[in-house]
Structures are given as C-alpha cells and as structure tokens.
C-alpha cells in the first residue's frame, strides 16, 4: 500500500461530460502529480503542485484542469470529455518535489462511451 | 487485473536467472533516476532511485547502473522469481519538477 488513494476506482461516462477524479497524498506528502496512461502512449506527466500552488506542467489539454487544496488533497477535472480521453489516471505524491520518488495510487479508469 | 502497453519490449527469463533490463534516457542534463515496477491493475511502485553524481547503486536483489556517456541506465534482477513480473519503466528527472518515463520493458518470469 503506497498511502496514496484515488477514487473512484472506475469511471463510465459519456463523450462531451465533464468528471473529477480526487487524490489524497500520502501523510506528510506536499507534492502532488498527475499522469494519463493509456496502451499506446505509457506514462505521460500532466500537471505537478507543491504545497497548494502549480510547479509543473506536462502535456495537459486545455480541457484538462487540477487544483491542489488547502488539506493538500487534489482534483483533476477533465471536461468536454472524447473517446481518447480513455485510459487510466494516476496520481503520485512525494515529501516535497525535485530528486525524490513518486509514490503511486492505483489509478481510475476512466472509460467513454 | 488488465494489461498496460501491449506493444511494449518484453524480456523472458527463467526463474532464479538474472534479469537485466535496459533504458535509455533523453536528457543529458537529467540528474535523478528512478526505476518502478508496474503490476497488473495497480500503479507504478518505487524500486531503486539513483543521482547523477554516481554510477551504481544497490538495493535487495537490485541495482541500478548509469552510464551518463551513452545516457543508459540499467536495472538488474539477481534471482528473478516469479513474483518479479511485471511491467518495468525508467523515469528521469529533468531538472525542476518534471518527471519523463520511458516507454515501459514486460519481464515475464518462467517457473
């Protein structure tokens, strides 16, 4: 158990919707990322936030938005959802940022219709 | 659980051989490096991590080599069991905050 939890686990939902997956970072954990992993592409980074404000951002659509809150916890949103928004989404926290391991939840799966 | 990157590299080996599997990175000022292993159904789990400053590093049953002339870095498996398959991937840290994984290697381990 990485102590990295994302709900839900499992999300069915229709081209054109909008959803919000939540991360909650290991205890003690300031930094938290973001990722998209579908078959054909692996791991790809889309946002970072450290203690509440942006660090980092990879190749996030604009359709694509996270905030990091005061408890630390964060959201993405992604919205005017399409087929190939398709994958499964992980979330990793580490103690503060740069030059230390991501420790990983188990993802949602993110299904369209 | 269901697979990830159907398509990736895979490497084959018999239980209790040694496994090596190889990566290479695209930055050649990327200063930390970080293996995972990636089962079925969960999320990439934290390995072995090594710095720029050195060229090998052991941990239980791993070690992580870097060869930052070619920009290679290695992972080797001594006494590969069963429970070491899984999907492997390399990351390096490019400076600030941005972390590149690499395309992903399969090890199958055969009983």
């Known amino acids: 158990d990485s102590g990295v939890t994302q709900t839900p686990k499992h999300l069915i939902t229709a081209t054109g919707q909008r959803v919000t997956l939540r991360c909650s970072p290991r205890?003690?954990?300031?930094?938290v990322y973001w990722y998209q992993q579908s078959l054909d592409q692996g791991l790809q980074f889309l946002i970072q936030y450290y203690n509440g404000e942006e660090r980092a951002k990879g190749n996030i659509l604009e359709r694509f938005s996270a905030q990091q809150f005061p408890d630390l916890h964060s959201e993405l949103n992604l919205s005017s959802l399409e087929l190939g928004d398709s994958a499964l989404y992980f979330c990793?926290?580490?103690?503060?940022?740069?030059?230390?391991?991501?420790?990983f939840g188990d993802g949602t799966r993110l299904s369209i219709l | 659980g269901e697979s990830v990157g159907l398509h990736l590299p895979t490497l084959s080996v018999q239980e209790g051989d040694n496994s090596i599997i190889n990566c290479a990175y695209s930055n050649s000022a990327s200063d930390y490096f970080i293996w995972y292993k990636q089962e079925s159904g969960k999320g990439p789990q934290f390995i072995i991590d090594i710095r720029s400053n050195m060229d090998k590093r052991q941990g239980q049953r791993v070690t992580v080599l870097l060869n930052k002339t070619v920009k290679h870095l290695s992972l080797q498996i001594a006494a590969t069991q069963p429970g070491d398959s899984a999907v492997y991937f390399c990351?390096?840290?490019?400076?600030?905050?941005?972390?590149?994984f690499g395309a992903g290697t399969r090890l199958f381990v055969k009983a």
């Open positions: 990351a390096e840290n490019t400076g600030g905050f941005k972390t590149i």
């Open positions: 990793a926290s580490s103690r503060t940022g740069e030059g230390q391991p991501q420790h």
């Open positions: 205890s003690g954990d300031l930094s």
